[in-house]
């Protein structure tokens, strides 16, 4: 059986996933989909149709948190996944995460939130709180600055190496061919 074809199981025994999580009122009070909430479901399945995910991960900035004080850092990593099955067949995809952090744990909840990422849309685990289209950011906690978090330059490398919709669609599509 191919890694495409093992995915398109895992995807068809999923339970709905919901947004279960609920963050305090200090973080506004929104539900969420946490990463454990997803792997809870995920990795049974994967075990059963032989699935493994193999991260390589670069971390690709650490900028001042822009809605933050004291300390606050954004690690911005990309992470290209190797999806491997059984008969040793694989798929790559690139996602990309975030880590907010004030010390050293930045590296590891973006890699997490692009593990999250990963899952959510290669098994296409939606919610209908997921369309963000009538939703607005608000700026957070730190006057506005004239400075720029992260320069020109490496704003522009960070967006030539995110996975394109393009990317993201023929991955889909294959696993709708199965």
């Avoid at 995807?11 to 969420?32: C, F, H, R, T």
């Amino acid at each position: 059986m191919t890694v495409t074809q093992a995915l398109a199981l895992v995807a068809g025994e999923l339970p709905s996933i919901g947004k279960d999580g609920q963050a305090s009122q200090q973080q506004g009070g929104y539900s969420y989909r946490g990463i454990e909430a997803v792997t809870r479901h995920v990795q049974p399945l994967f075990a059963k149709h032989g699935v493994l995910v193999i991260p390589q991960a670069e971390v690709l900035a650490t900028v001042p948190s822009p809605a933050m004080k004291d300390g606050w850092q954004d690690v911005i990593m990309r992470v290209e996944w190797t999806v491997a099955g059984l008969d040793g067949s694989t798929v790559t995809a690139v996602t990309n995460g975030v880590g907010r952090d004030r010390s050293d744990k930045g590296s590891n909840k973006a890699q997490t939130q692009a593990l999250k990422y990963l899952l959510l849309a290669v098994l296409l685990i939606a919610d209908k709180k997921d369309d963000a289209d009538g939703q607005t950011y608000e700026s957070g906690h730190r006057p506005e600055s004239t400075e720029p978090a992260i320069s020109q330059p490496k704003l522009d490398q960070i967006m030539a190496t995110l996975a394109t919709f393009d990317e993201r669609r023929a991955l889909s599509d294959e696993l709708r061919k199965v």
